[in-house]
């Protein structure tokens, strides 16, 4: 579904399929400083609404740094942040991911003493509509509507293949499955932007060509803009059809994976100057 990129309404490019529709996110001059420092500078980004975009840059750069600010764990020092065409100006991080931004952590953060089954129903919280009363008195409401949330838990396991785990203690699960399972929960909330903070961090080579078939499925069955960071370069250039480069905590490129890979600032930021130049 990679397609050509064009420029987008406001600035940036994002994918021509989505040029007729509204931006799933869209920051202007978004900053945050941390006494006195300037730990991310005028970052301003555009991401349509079925984009799979990607975030480089060396460590430090002020990647994870953004994805804080875009959740509100931090609340931006200057700039705005537009998500589905609503300013999260103001919000708590849940009321942000009602808006509709999902994400998963550099370190895995599941459940770890609860089942599959149980990490992913967290998920659906919003899904499960009996209130206090009938779950206390476990009154015939209360029971449909776990039925009805177990089966969606099932259905987004499947997706991964790991509905034969969904009895299994999510802390018992490999490494690899424990990436999946956290992708899987944080789908379960139902987002119109997923950001996945680097989703492919100690897979192997067979795990992570996998990993880009699921995020690729995830976008087509969910139509769901998908915003990660990454260090595996591969990874990313095959997957992403738009890329950003932070370096000192501003943007320093922007554009297709083509010309990131050829962009001399980008080269200068993850392999260093030339002595002499």
Excluded: W
């Excluded at 869209?26 to 941390?34: A, K, N, P, V």
């Excluded at 320093?252 to 002499?276: D, F, H």
């Amino acid at each position: 579904m990679n397609g050509k990129m064009v420029n987008a309404p406001s600035r940036g490019i994002i994918p021509e399929r989505d040029a007729d529709k509204s931006l799933a996110l869209e920051t202007i001059h978004l900053g945050i400083s941390f006494g006195g420092l300037k730990a991310v500078d005028d970052f301003n980004l555009t991401l349509g609404r079925t984009e799979i975009g990607g975030l480089i840059g060396p460590n430090g750069a002020g990647k994870t740094t953004v994805f804080n600010l875009l959740t509100n764990v931090y609340a931006p020092t200057e700039g705005t942040i537009i998500v589905d065409g609503k300013d999260t100006r103001g919000l708590k991080t849940f009321q942000v991911n009602r808006l509709g931004i999902a994400r998963t952590f550099q370190n895995i953060r599941l459940f770890n003493n609860m089942s599959v089954m149980d990490n992913v129903l967290v998920g659906l919280h919003h899904e499960m509509d009996y209130g206090f009363p009938k779950a206390l008195l476990r009154l015939p409401g209360f029971y449909k509507s776990e039925r009805i949330a177990k089966k969606r838990a099932m259905e987004y396991l499947s997706l991964f293949n790991m509905q034969d785990m969904a009895e299994h203690k999510a802390g018992s699960l490999p490494y690899g499955a424990q990436r999946r399972l956290e992708i899987v929960r944080a789908l379960a909330t139902n987002p119109t932007i997923l950001l996945l903070d680097e989703p492919a961090a100690g897979m192997n080579p067979s795990e992570t060509a996998e990993l880009m078939e699921n995020i690729r499925k995830i976008r087509d069955t969910f139509q769901i803009c998908i915003f990660l960071i990454e260090h595996d370069m591969s990874f990313v250039m095959g997957l992403c059809e738009g890329i950003a480069v932070m370096n000192f905590g501003r943007i320093i490129a922007k554009g297709t994976p083509e010309e990131i890979k050829s962009n001399p600032q980008v080269i200068e930021a993850y392999l260093g100057r030339e002595k002499g130049k």
